[in-house]
């Protein structure tokens, strides 16, 4: 299946009303299961990709790292918008880096990447229209790479950290 088609399955399995509804994907911890795996395969795949460039260019991302009880302490609402923040700067990072791999493997899985990426992005700014407008102009806590194989690092450990604790709360308060 294409990347992304889940998500946006999901997602058009999911509105009501014309407004999308995350009850249901927060609400079945299968769904954040299988991202999670989907990340741990590209970054394994990435891995496993022979002669990956350093990047001549290096690009940021977000230090997605956290501390669960500062996390805790914050709304659902500031957590969507770290969220946002992250993907927005990692599908950046990912374009950005896809200019600069042509080796077939390598490119190959940065495109996936920047799919899956992205339609987690535009999936979760649909959300955040009802907590209000979404500001692109943020500026997460972020460093300057040049190895290919930290971007998906990066987006593995935003989709295991941030985005399934943030589901995670969301289903205390949606799942009843």
Partial sequence: SPPGLLLLTSFLLHMEEGHASPTRLVCDNRLIQKYIGEAKDMEKRAGQCQALPTLSCPVMLPLVDFSLQQWKSKSNETKLRE????????????????????????????IQLYRHANSFL???QTFSQEAGPWEPSCSPRSMEQTHVTSV?????????GKLRFFFHDLAKDLCK
């Fill in 83 to 110: 969220i946002l923040c992250d993907l927005a700067l990692l599908v950046s990072a990912t374009a950005g880096a896809q200019g600069q791999v042509t080796e077939e493997c390598g490119a190959r899985q940065l």
């Fill in 152 to 160: 998906f690092l990066t987006y593995r450990q935003l989709v295991q």
């Fill in 122 to 124: 535009l999936l979760l």
